[in-house]
Antibody, heavy 120, light 108 residues
């Protein structure tokens, strides 16, 4: 069974940094583009960033470009999001998601999420 | 950038009733890029519909998607207790950003 498990969330002060991770299992990680999607408390979903299987296709939402960096380690079946210069508005649950590919054009597997709280 | 507007914000219905949720795009989009997700309280979203019409794996047939151009609809034919949740539409697009609507809550 395909599974994504996030870790690394926590409380960080404004201006601080944090790296969240996602461990993938149950599918061929190297075959899929992966994304991060976040959800602020009581709010809707916001796509944050994506990376394709060989790192030559990386995109960011305008709200995080220049502050966040997505990366992956295919040998470890892992996805990462390095978050710098964090702001209060970055407070959210961060979900690791699998891009279902051109047949689905949708996110077909979601992790359970990890909460990032930016507060002094 | 495409903006998706979902309506209504909250839909109050009873068990067995039909639910009709709307998702309107700010410009014409390809149906193949419209997806719907269900999110129950305290849970991650789950893919329901992709390509505007196709049900994802293990999704019951009381869920159906329709629409074209700028107007898309998710219909739940007869509400079951487990269907009370928030529903999100998405324009996946040929390239990012992968835009979401603001969500519709279906409540009893």
């Amino acid at each position: 069974e395909a599974q994504l498990v996030e870790s690394g969330g926590g409380l960080v002060k404004p201006g601080g940094s944090l790296r969240v991770s996602c461990a993938a299992s149950g599918f061929t990680f190297t075959s899929y583009t992966m994304s991060w999607v976040r959800q602020a408390p009581g709010k809707g979903l916001e796509w944050v960033s994506c990376i394709n299987s060989n790192d030559n296709y990386i995109y960011y939402a305008d709200s995080v470009r220049g502050r966040f960096t997505i990366s992956r380690d295919n040998a470890k079946n892992s996805l990462y999001l390095q978050m710098n210069s964090l702001r209060a508005e970055d407070t959210a649950v961060y979900y690791c998601v699998r891009d279902g590919g051109w047949l689905l054009n949708a996110f077909d597997i979601w992790g359970q999420g990890t909460l990032v709280t930016v507060s002094s | 950038e495409i903006v998706l507007t979902q309506s209504p914000g909250t839909l109050s219905l009873s068990l067995g009733e039909r639910a009709t949720l709307s998702c309107r795009a700010s410009q014409t989009v390809a149906s193949s890029y419209i997806a719907w997700y269900q999110q129950k309280p305290g849970q991650s979203p789950r893919l329901l519909i992709y390509g505007a019409f196709s049900r994802a794996t293990d999704i019951p047939d009381r869920f159906s998607g329709s629409g074209s151009g700028t107007d898309f609809t998710l219909t739940i034919s007869r509400l079951e207790p487990e269907d009370f949740a928030v529903y999100h539409c998405q324009h996946f697009g040929s390239s990012p950003p992968r835009t979401f609507g603001q969500g519709t809550r279906v409540e009893i």
